[in-house]
């Protein structure tokens, strides 16, 4: 911009087009990988189930371009932020960010945002994928927030002065219409309070180990659009199953769907490089199908197209993490535990039983993930990840012993 004459109206116009768009900003990456899965057509949570005939695959897993624009008041302050996320693979384009955030300048606490975003719910939901240390999310948030997104309104408290006595907290809360990305559009003319007060890093210590944390909820639910609703209890052969509830009154209530969870975060540098320990609990009551406990992007229907029945369920979930750099920042190990129980009224041998009314989405998975992650500069990171994944043992077929669905995945990624 130096070697702009200014003076000249050609000078001028470029001059005031590059303040008007210097708050423009592009960011980007791309994830080609390499998977190795022990059975052809095996069901998978590490980038999608393989095709019937495949136990090893390229994919695209991500390729995200984004573009934030941002205005800033005459002393800095942020005014106004719109940002835009695309996601392009083999597999299509699809939309991921789309929204525009307001801050007040009165206190200097408050902001407001609107549009399509990641819900403010728990720690690893809302790690951005070119950041998170395991190549996918666990199996517990990948069913119950696909995506990560929904469209709705949401209120933050975050002060943003630096001699505000709360600055080391941060609130957000919002309502959203509650399918995200799995669906089309809103469904039903219920929505979801999702809500998450978070402690922001803090000092320990004089060694500066940093602690952080946040505690989540999401009270929702979905429209009952038939009177057939199945929640656990006794069988008609004294086993524990599902138990059908076709009154009449059950269609156009709202089927419960209640999260409420804990995390925290832990840091501990070294001489080069940290150690870092995550943890991250769920528990609550979902509503969903039959078949799985994801949560419903449309209205469920049958084979035949008329409605079908809900499922409710109690469940829980967790993850754990510990990362090591090994010597140097570019060279770090990575360990996680995560498992997610979706029916905690049955286990074991009581799933598949007879007239039970019970499928795989009542089963409890176990996965224990390892990976080397080599950060060869900013702009690539390569990683090498191993997943073993561990079902119960149930009387359903094909789930009478552990499936060979344990994954092997090499990365690369490239941003800018």
């Known amino acids: 911009m130096d070697m702009i004459d200014t003076t ?7 001059f005031s087009m590059y303040k008007k768009y210097d708050a423009l900003r592009f960011s980007g990456y791309i994830q080609p990988q390499f998977q190795y899965i022990s059975s052809k057509g095996a069901k998978s949570f590490s980038g999608g189930d393989f095709p019937a005939a495949v136990n090893n695959r390229f994919t695209l897993r991500r390729g995200r371009l984004r573009v934030d624009y941002e205005r800033h008041n005459d002393d800095g302050t942020p005014s106004v932020l719109f940002a835009f996320q695309f996601d392009g693979t083999e597999r299509g384009v699809f939309i991921r960010d789309f929204y525009g955030r307001f801050f007040e300048h009165k206190w200097d606490v408050l902001s407001i945002s609107g549009g399509m975003f990641a819900r403010p719910f728990g720690y690893e939901v809302n790690l951005a994928s070119a950041d998170r240390e395991s190549p996918e999310r666990g199996r517990m948030s990948q069913l119950l927030m696909r995506t990560e997104r929904d469209l709705g309104a949401m ?3 975050e002060p943003r002065r630096k001699d505000h006595p709360l600055r080391f907290l941060k609130i957000d809360a919002g309502l959203f219409n509650g399918q995200g990305l799995s669906g089309p559009s809103d469904f039903d003319s219920h929505k979801d309070l999702i809500a998450r007060i978070a402690l922001k890093p803090v000092a320990l210590n004089a060694s500066g180990w940093k602690l952080s944390g946040g505690i989540s909820t999401l009270y929702g639910g979905m429209q009952q659009f038939t009177k057939y609703i199945y929640r656990s209890g006794n069988g008609p052969n004294g086993h524990e199953g599902f138990m059908v509830d076709s009154a009449v009154t059950n269609e156009g209530k709202i089927a419960p769907r209640h999260y409420y969870g804990a995390d925290v975060q832990l840091r501990i540098p070294n001489k080069k490089g940290f ?21 419903p992007g449309t209205i469920p229907v049958d084979a035949i197209g008329n409605h079908a ?3 409710i369920r109690k469940f829980d979930g967790a993850y754990i993490y510990f990362l090591q750099h090994l010597g140097s920042p570019e060279h770090q190990i990575a360990l996680k535990y995560d498992w997610y129980d979706p029916n905690l009224a049955l286990s074991g041998h009581q799933i598949g039983q007879a007239n039970t009314n019970t499928t795989e989405a009542d089963i409890r998975f176990d996965t224990f993930g390892a990976g080397y992650l080599y950060y060869v500069n900013e702009h690539l990171k390569i990683t090498l990840w191993y997943d073993l994944v561990r079902n119960e043992s149930t009387d359903l077929q094909g789930y009478t012993t552990d499936v060979k669905d344990n994954v092997f995945t090499c990365r690369l990624q490239y941003r800018f």
């Open 309 to 311: 029945p809900l499922y």
């Open 155 to 157: 209120i933050s408290f």
């Open 275 to 295: 150690t870092e320990l995550r943890a991250e609990y769920l528990r609550g009551t979902q509503t969903a199908t039959a078949a799985s406990s994801e949560t």
């Open 8 to 14: 000249t109206e050609l000078g001028k116009g470029m």
